[in-house]
């Protein structure tokens, strides 16, 4: 799943600097990411009473003990396709640009996680908007190239990519002033899938900027897979990659991307062309 928020950073890198004692409670809000603040204080709450019950002040292990309960560890081989999955979206990022990578993890407790800032001066033009939709499902992308198929986690609910990618699409056609069909009608939409329903026209529309981003997908990834292998190792290694640490892991993706020129005729992937890198060229 992507989380993109814009881009209001304290400093140049995005970080703001925290006092230590807070410092310390990083890894505890990492393990928290996703949850809702009444999940948060049940977890406190719980912990609370445990110490109470043991005669001793609360504990940092009662906090870990009690999320560990409250989950239960996920299998191995799931953890494994939400790396790949992640580490797809992270990629397509990383060639497409646009954003920069805050946090990503495998361990948020509704799924997998990539949390970037958008640039807020990007030239949010037909081309970028179809980049945020390659970047959403780019994560379903690399579960089909590495697996051969797909886990429902990037359907169902509101906030999950393809709800997103979709919304894009359709935002592009109605709201946006892109579509060539009536680009002029701002049509803002309150039910996007009873719109589509009985709009066949549009929903046609929609899926074939889907299909197109799809396809972008496939060949942004395609040439990719030890990188793509390479970083879901780190993710499944690591749980979550944040600060220093995710700077570092990117800093070294960025090498190992293989330049790709889409059928416009941009060439995304640059700084591994720039070392010789062997060109892939798609076709819309």
Not at 61 to 83: S, Y
Not at 89 to 101: P, R, T, Y
């Amino acid at each position: 799943m992507i989380c993109s928020t814009p881009d209001a950073s304290n400093g140049p890198d995005g970080a703001t600097s925290l006092p230590p004692d807070l410092q310390r409670l990083r890894p505890l809000a990492r393990r928290l990411a996703g949850r809702s603040g009444a999940d948060v204080e049940r977890i406190v709450r719980e912990a609370r009473q445990v110490a109470r019950r043991a005669g001793r002040p609360l504990a940092w292990h009662d906090l870990e003990r009690q999320m560990l309960d409250a989950d239960g560890p996920r299998p191995e081989a799931l953890r494994w396709r939400m790396a790949v999955h992640e580490a797809g979206h992270v990629l397509a990022c990383l060639l497409l640009g646009g954003a920069s990578i805050r946090m990503i993890s495998i361990d948020a407790p509704h799924g997998g996680l990539v949390e970037r800032r958008v640039t807020l001066h990007s030239l949010q033009n037909a081309a970028w908007v179809m980049d945020q939709i390659v970047i959403l499902l780019a994560g379903r992308t690399a579960e089909e190239i590495v697996f051969g198929e797909t886990l429902a986690g990037s359907g169902g609910e509101k906030g999950s990519d393809l709800a997103m990618a979709t919304r894009l699409a359709v935002a592009m056609e109605t709201e946006f002033g892109f579509s060539q069909h009536q680009p002029l009608v701002h049509r803002p939409v309150a039910d996007i899938g009873h719109l589509l329903t009985i709009d066949r026209e549009l929903a046609a529309r929609v899926d074939r900027r889907l299909e197109q981003a799809h396809a972008d997908a496939v060949v942004l990834l395609g040439m990719q897979g030890l990188t793509l292998n390479w970083l879901a190792r780190i993710l499944l290694q690591h749980g979550v990659l944040e600060g220093a640490e995710l700077d570092r892991v990117l800093a070294e993706a960025r090498t190992r991307l293989e330049p790709v020129e889409l059928g416009t005729g941009r060439m995304v992937g640059a700084q591994r062309a720039q070392r010789g890198g062997v060109v892939v060229r798609a076709t819309r």
